[in-house]
């Protein structure tokens, strides 16, 4: 009797050792392929935010070199540098909030006790710029031109605006 429980002992360790190795040898490879599976996933989703930036970028000052070369022409030996540019049009811009009736160029007058002050700006190109506009209460955007003069201040013009319903 002690001779077949150490026989069944045996068996049964060995039986656990087998499925124990079939284990963690499957365990493995199974990780391997999760891991691939995901990093795959992962270039895919890269990939595809890195061609929806590219898109969303098209109309932007910063990514069109036609309208940089607008402000940095070949045959003129004053060149304008077009990062410093774009954030001093939008800092011109947003300084325009401090107005006790709201910035002017938003192309709405004050509906509430709150003035209109433009919160985001994106320069399209050498020309125009769309900004959106809000009161707190009511939001929008505006169409802008911009003008670089001699001296080298900005000149604003509002083309058209446009309120949303609350």
Known sequence: MKKSLLLYLFILTLLFAVFTYMYFSKELTFE????????????????????????????????????QNYFNPDNTTKTIQVEKLISLIAEKLMDLNSNPKGNPYVGQDQIGSQKFIINKVRILNHRWIIADYSD???????????????????????????????
């Open 136 to 166: 707190g209460d009511y939001w929008g955007e505006v169409l802008l031109k911009y003008f670089i003069n001699e001296d080298e201040t900005v000149s604003f013009e509002t083309i058209q605006s446009l309120l949303y319903q609350k």
């Open 32 to 67: 391997q392929k999760k891991f691939e599976k995901t990093n795959t996933k992962l270039k895919d989703s890269l990939n595809s935010i890195t061609a929806k930036l590219v898109d969303a970028n098209y109309f932007s000052l910063a990514k069109n070199e036609n309208a």
